[in-house]
Every structure is written in structure tokens, then in C-alpha cells.
């Protein structure tokens, strides 16, 4: 089992930058790939970015490629997700989750989810 709590979110202004924080409960992190997701309003919750569990591999959609970047401590059992140069279209609930399975990490079939962090951008 593992648990999985996001902060890190709020209002910013576009153009501004935010680190959002997903720490994970026991002792088995480092074997988990782990998935950052969003979820606008009215939208179904789609793909952001991935890590292995060494963090040597990872995946970005394209919306988010050179602005986002996807990071991983498994000393602290925290993964990261670094959003630069943020547009009011990035707003939603983002959400992290964890893979016993490396593959196909792009999809929401992930084992385990937070409950999310607000992300709010003003234009």
C-alpha cells in the first residue's frame, strides 16, 4: 500500500513558476514509477509527466515539454514536478500516482492516487 499526498499548488499569475510536492508513504517508493496528472473542470484527467523509479527515464506530454520538469528523491520519497512559465490553461487539479510497472506510464492505469492540489492560473 501507498499512500500518496500532494501540495505545492495555489494562484499564480501566468508567467509565474510553481513546484508542486508529492510525498509517498513506505518503504517500497524507489521501486515505483511514479505520474504526475491533471484534471481541468469539465475534462477528463490527462497525462503530464512520468519518472521511473530510478528517475533516468521520463515522459512529458507535449503541452508541457521545455516548461515542466518531472524529479524524483527516493532518499525523501518525494517526487516533484517543477511548471515554469505557467498559462491560464494549465489550471486544473493536479494529481500524482504510483506504477509497480514501468510501462505504459502515459495512460491512467496507475495503482495508486493522491487526492490532488488545485492549480490555479490567472491570465
Known amino acids: 500500500q501507498v499512500q500518496l499526498v500532494e501540495s505545492g499548488g495555489g494562484l499564480v499569475q501566468a508567467g509565474d513558476s510553481l513546484r508542486l510536492s508529492c510525498a509517498a508513504s513506505g518503504r517500497t517508493f524507489s521501486s515505483y514509477a511514479m505520474g504526475w496528472f491533471r484534471q481541468a473542470p469539465g475534462k477528463e484527467r490527462e497525462f503530464v509527466a512520468a519518472?521511473?523509479?530510478?528517475?533516468?527515464?521520463?515522459y512529458y506530454a507535449d503541452f508541457v515539454k521545455e516548461r515542466f520538469t518531472i524529479s524524483r528523491d527516493n532518499a525523501k520519497n518525494t517526487v516533484y514536478l517543477r511548471m515554469n512559465r505557467l498559462k491560464p490553461e494549465d489550471t486544473a487539479v493536479y494529481y500524482c500516482?504510483?506504477?509497480?510497472?514501468?510501462?505504459?506510464?502515459?495512460?491512467?492505469?496507475?495503482?495508486?492516487w493522491g487526492q490532488g492540489t488545485q492549480v490555479t492560473v490567472s491570465s
Open positions: 519518472i521511473s523509479w530510478s528517475g533516468g527515464i521520463t
Open positions: 500516482a504510483a506504477k509497480r510497472s514501468s510501462v505504459r506510464l502515459t495512460t491512467t492505469q496507475y495503482d495508486y
